[in-house]
Nanobody
Framework: QVQLVESGGGSVQAGGSLRLSCAAS????????MGWFRQAPGKEREGVAT???????VYADSVKGRFTISQDNAKNTVYLQMNSLKPEDTAMYFC??????????????????????WGQGTQVTVSS
């Protein structure tokens, strides 16, 4: 089992920045995907960025050049640095994890069905 706890959300004006954190606990795995997803009211949950156990990165087109996903393995924490925020970035942001037995290479898509473990979410509100 893996537990995920997000933090760092808040309210910011357009053009501002926020850094989200996702602390993972429980069983550790050598091969995994960690992702950030977001869901705005009335919309589907969409993938924002992913990072895998080899530190390969995937970004949604809408956040490329503005958001950066990273991880600190010593702290079992994944971060999402969000710069140049726009009102359309307003959403509940969720951290997610997919884990795999053994050690190998994986591809971490932005597809929510790939992920087994989810945090409770942290709200990000960007005002114009």
């Amino acid at each position: 089992q893996v537990q995920l706890v997000e933090s760092g959300g808040g309210s910011v004006q357009a053009g501002g920045s926020l850094r989200l954190s996702c602390a993972a606990s429980g069983r550790t795995y050598s091969t995994y995907c960690m992702g950030w997803f977001r869901q705005a009211p009335g919309k589907e949950r969409e993938g924002v960025a992913t990072i895998d156990s080899d530190a390969d990165l995937v970004y949604a087109d809408s956040v490329k050049g503005r958001f950066t996903i990273s991880q600190d393995n010593a702290k079992n924490t994944v971060y999402l640095q969000m710069n140049s925020l726009k009102p359309e970035d307003t959403a509940m942001y969720f951290c997610a994890a997919a884990v795999y037995a053994g050690r190998g290479r994986v591809y971490c898509p932005l597809r929510k069905g790939q992920y087994t473990y989810w945090g409770q979410g942290t709200q990000v509100t960007v005002s114009s």
